[in-house]
């Protein structure tokens, strides 16, 4: 199983070939997906070919429209981490505004990619790979107990008894939490299953917090929840 899948898409072909000899070399048990264009790379993320653990996008000589490909993925939600890649530093300011996870100027060195793979390697690594994205952030699965949504802000509750809130909605992160421990049981909630300490009739108990299960997803909720417990018995 690859250790993290990684997404290229600049359309100057030899520098996303290079990009991509680069990144094989350094981080040989990835899996990388190349776009040959910024609309094929918008298809593959709504159609959910790949969940991508990082982005390398290029910006040069398009008048900014890189931008605007990644202020699309924002807007739909997805905060994959994005590392825009240039000719020059012109766009330097309005690749933050867009909460780009770094910035870097060509020839880009390996030395320079190395600097920017190693926290998200690092997290990647630990704990199986899972960990959710959103604006600068990077959260373990593990340090979350659930995550809980209000009109247009998503709250994430940790396990520490820290909360992180940020303006989404909570269906934003549906791509990123699916095949995981997390279970969607409320229009407005979705527990981690790992931190549940009990099911009760209409709700699960997560520590001292009582969630909500909604008429909605109350059957499904409970056989997911049922079914994951007979899985983790049969691990262990």
Same mark, same amino acid.
């Given at each position: %199983?690859?250790? %993290?899948?990684?997404?290229?898409?600049?359309?100057?072909?030899?520098?996303?070939?290079?990009?991509?000899?680069?990144?094989?070399?350094l981080?040989?048990?990835?899996?990388?997906?190349?776009?040959?264009?910024?609309?094929?790379?918008?298809?593959?993320?709504?159609?959910?070919?790949?969940?991508?653990?990082?982005?390398?996008?290029?910006?040069?000589?398009?008048?900014?429209?890189?931008?605007?490909t990644?202020?699309? %993925?924002?807007?739909?939600?997805?905060?994959? &981490?994005?590392?825009?890649?240039?000719e020059?530093?012109?766009?330097?300011?309005?690749?933050?505004?867009?909460?780009?996870?770094?910035?870097?100027?060509? &020839?880009?060195?390996?030395?320079?990619?190395e600097?920017?793979?190693?926290?998200?390697?690092?997290?990647?690594?630990?704990?199986?790979?899972r960990?959710?994205?959103?604006?600068?952030?990077?959260?373990?699965?593990?340090h979350?107990?659930?995550?809980?949504?209000?009109?247009?802000?998503?709250?994430?509750?940790?396990?520490?008894?820290?909360?992180?809130?940020?303006?989404?909605?909570?269906?934003?992160?549906?791509?990123?939490?699916?095949?995981?421990?997390?279970?969607?049981?409320?229009?407005?909630?979705?527990?981690? %299953?790992?931190?549940?300490?009990?099911?009760?009739?209409?709700?699960?108990?997560?520590?001292?917090?009582?969630? &909500?299960?909604?008429r909605?997803?109350?059957?499904?909720?409970?056989?997911?929840?049922?079914?994951?417990?007979?899985?983790?018995?049969?691990?262990s």
């Amino acid at each position: %199983m690859a250790v %993290m899948t990684i997404a290229i898409c600049d359309e100057i072909r030899k520098d996303a070939q290079k990009l991509y000899r680069q990144l094989s070399t350094l981080v040989p048990d990835a899996e990388l997906l190349l776009y040959r264009t910024r609309e094929s790379l918008l298809k593959g993320l709504a159609e959910g070919h790949k969940i991508c653990d990082l982005i390398f996008l290029g910006l040069d000589g398009d008048q900014g429209r890189s931008l605007e490909t990644v202020r699309t %993925m924002r807007l739909k939600g997805h905060y994959i &981490p994005v590392v825009l890649v240039a000719e020059n530093e012109k766009f330097y300011k309005e690749a933050f505004e867009v909460f780009a996870y770094n910035y870097l100027v060509k &020839p880009v060195e390996s030395g320079e990619l190395e600097h920017v793979l190693v926290h998200i390697l690092e997290v990647c690594r630990r704990e199986g790979g899972r960990a959710l994205y959103f604006r600068y952030r990077t959260l373990q699965h593990d340090h979350l107990a659930y995550i809980s949504s209000s009109l247009h802000s998503v709250t994430f509750h940790l396990t520490d008894g820290k909360k992180i809130s940020c303006r989404a909605r909570l269906g934003d992160f549906s791509g990123q939490l699916s095949d995981s421990s997390f279970l969607r049981c409320h229009q407005s909630f979705c527990i981690n %299953m790992e931190k549940v300490t009990s099911l009760k009739k209409n709700s699960f108990v997560v520590g001292q917090t009582e969630i &909500p299960i909604s008429r909605t997803y109350l059957k499904t909720a409970r056989k997911k929840y049922k079914d994951y417990l007979a899985e983790q018995k049969v691990c262990s």
